[in-house]
């Protein structure tokens, strides 16, 4: 069998919002990835066996994100002219149209994909919002300063100085840091006064809001809840389809023409520089576009692009669950005209399982958390790296090491090690399958020392896709070392190398009750170290190949603290702006907790909207 062929016999449910399949006797009642609901499931047809199809059936299936806006329902204004045009329909682009909108202005929405949502629909729909309402109900007023201290020493390691102006950050990326502080609250309650959403908190399984992703630096000061969610009709925290859904019926409440099928191929300027408009592609015919006071571009990162991504990211990206049409599109539009572009080599990140995503590339697979505690991740040479349960994004970062003297990406592909425990407690919960042990993608065994060969194996069949990455001789040696010094430090309760479970988010994130129906009581002492179980000493054992991939790029042109493009003197470029995962990310490399790709797209489109209607923030 290849490695990315299906049995005949697993039934698989295709998202027809997002591409998540789900292997089990039923599709589940909301898709774990982005939150649409049981009927928005297909079930893939025997012709559809192969992975390689996934795309093709999510595209039979309709794709009907949102029930998109009917073409007949989206005509614009006559002769194309209004005051503000927004490209794409994302959390960046309907925060910026609504605003704008909201603050007195005439806006289309100019969306190149035949569906609308962009990323965000597809995602967990939450929103990074420092000082929230939710926070101060409780109590909790931060500190702006520390606040901003925790925000720059993540995402600027190597320039944080504290006791210097701007931490030693340089004066537009503080400015950025800083608006985001500023705003972020803000821009929730206007959403939420005007009726755009209702706004919610999470409290996590432990009764706890949750953490930051790094909520035990000494910055942090391990403050709670600062990601904010849109509530469901059920009055239940909603993700990206829910959030999507919200927005588009807001727009659509206060006429905003949302043009699907419309992709952007030129800024236009008039004499002195300003931006007034755009030319679009419908339908093989170019149509132009006039904005009096502005554009704002909400149009997702390059993850689509496998030339950008070659020619600018950290190392090799397989995966993505970024909308399909996110190809980089502001890049060279504003480098046409002479827009700074900056953190081309950055993104958020999460490792994805390796044989899916070479796949289906349209689909999620990426692996947000490692559900269990008897598993651990290893390299080619069959030792652990990191801590498993820190973030996908910086877990993601582990993947780029190099090995000089090899010269090659020692990490580039990372095996995930598990037993009948984990497949079995958290079945269901990506990356494993509900209610069978087996996958395609999963490498299964029943001893440790039969790895290297079914590993082996298994990268022969990928060698076109990976250079001919191999493991080492030494790696079963290594490997069962590797799992007896685990499982010491899981009979101890204390990671030595790691630290693993040292961290409140490790307990309380990345770590969970188990998801199998009437499993029991777990775990079985809150105060020991639930994050780590030694794993079986009998197999069968599991193995799940992981590379790193991406939620989206976050490189593109330079904005400054009212989103507007700067050039490449550092000048605005009067009447364009720029928010989301299409410009040079705020955060840089970091992500600072749950929402820090939607908090900073759903701040800085409001903070254009705002902006280009003549009422700056």
């Not at 609901?37 to 949102?66: I, N, R």
């Not at 993947?399 to 003297?405: A, L, S």
């Not at 990345?510 to 009437?518: L, Q, S």
Request: with cysteine; glycine share 10%; proline share 6%.
């Amino acid at each position: 069998m290849k490695a990315f062929e299906l049995e005949a016999s697993m039934k698989r449910w295709l998202c027809t919002v997002c591409g998540y399949i789900h292997e089990g006797e039923t599709p589940p009642d909301t898709c774990p990835r982005c939150g649409a609901p049981k009927e928005k499931f297909v079930l893939m047809q025997d012709q559809d066996k192969s992975m390689k199809t996934a795309h093709e059936a999510q595209l039979k299936a309709g794709a009907d994100q949102t029930e998109s806006v009917p073409k007949s329902e989206a005509s614009p204004p006559s002769e194309n002219v209004v005051d503000v045009i927004v490209v794409g329909s994302g959390a960046a682009a309907f925060s910026a149209a609504i605003t704008a909108v909201n603050e007195g202005c005439s806006v289309i929405m100019l969306e190149k994909a035949p569906q609308i949502g962009g990323t965000t629909i597809r995602s967990g729909g939450g929103f990074w919002t420092p000082n929230n309402k939710f926070q101060r109900a409780r109590g909790v007023k931060e500190d702006r300063v520390q606040t901003m201290k925790y925000m720059a020493r993540y995402s600027f390691p190597h320039l944080y100085r504290p006791e210097l102006e701007n931490f030693g950050l340089p004066e537009n990326e503080y400015q950025l840091i800083e608006a985001m502080v500023d705003h972020a609250a803000e821009m929730t309650e206007y959403f939420e006064g005007i009726g755009a959403f209702e706004l919610c908190e999470e409290i996590n399984w432990a009764g706890k809001p949750q953490v930051d992703y790094q909520d035990h630096l000494p910055e942090n000061g391990s403050v709670r809840g600062r990601c904010l969610y849109t509530k469901d009709t059920n009055g239940k925290i909603g993700y990206g389809y829910v959030l999507v859904s919200y927005l588009k019926a807001w727009a659509e409440k206060n006429h905003i023409p949302i043009l699907v099928d419309h992709e952007v191929k030129r800024i236009r300027r008039d004499t002195s520089g300003k931006v007034v408009g755009v030319e679009a592609l419908h339908e093989g015919k170019t149509i132009v576009f006039t904005a009096s006071k502005g554009v704002i571009f909400g149009s997702g990162g390059f993850s689509h692009n496998p030339e950008l991504l070659l020619h600018f990211e950290k190392g090799p990206i397989f995966g993505t669950c970024s909308a399909p049409t996110n190809t980089g599109d502001f890049i060279s539009l504003a480098g046409e005209i002479g827009a700074k572009i900056g953190n081309m080599g950055g993104a958020f990140r999460a490792q994805s399982v390796f044989e899916i995503a070479l796949a289906n590339q349209m689909g999620i697979y990426n692996v947000f958390f490692v559900p269990g505690d008897s598993v651990l991740e290893v390299n080619k040479f069959g030792k652990r790296v990191m801590d498993e349960k820190r973030n996908y994004s910086d877990r993601g970062m582990v993947h780029f090491v190099w090995d000089p003297n090899r010269a090659e990406w020692t990490n580039m592909l990372l095996f995930l090690v598990y037993d009948s425990r984990t497949a079995d407690l958290w079945q269901g919960y990506p990356p494993y399958p509900e209610g069978v042990e087996d996958a395609p993608y999963i490498i299964k065994v029943d001893k440790l020392e039969d790895f290297s060969n079914a590993i082996a194996t298994r990268l022969s069949q990928l060698a076109d896709h990976t250079g001919g990455f191999s493991l080492d001789e030494q790696f079963n040696a290594n490997l069962v070392d590797t799992v007896a010094k685990f499982n010491q430090y899981a009979a101890s309760g204390k990671d030595e190398d790691f630290q693993r479970g040292d961290f409140a988010y490790d307990r309380e994130w990345t770590t969970f009750p188990p998801t199998k129906p009437g499993a029991g009581a777990w775990p079985a002492d809150m105060d020991k170290n639930y994050t780590m179980h030694p794993l079986d000493d009998a197999g069968p054992y599991y193995c799940i190949i992981l590379s790193s991939g991406t939620l989206d790029t976050n490189g593109g042109p330079v904005i400054n603290k009212h989103s507007q493009v700067l050039d490449v003197h550092g000048e605005i470029i009067e009447g364009l702006y720029g928010a989301g995962n299409c410009i040079a990310s705020p955060t840089a490399n970091a992500y600072w907790g749950a929402g820090s790709t939607i908090g900073p797209a759903l701040t800085f489109g409001y903070i254009a909207g705002r902006h280009v209607s003549g009422h700056p923030v």
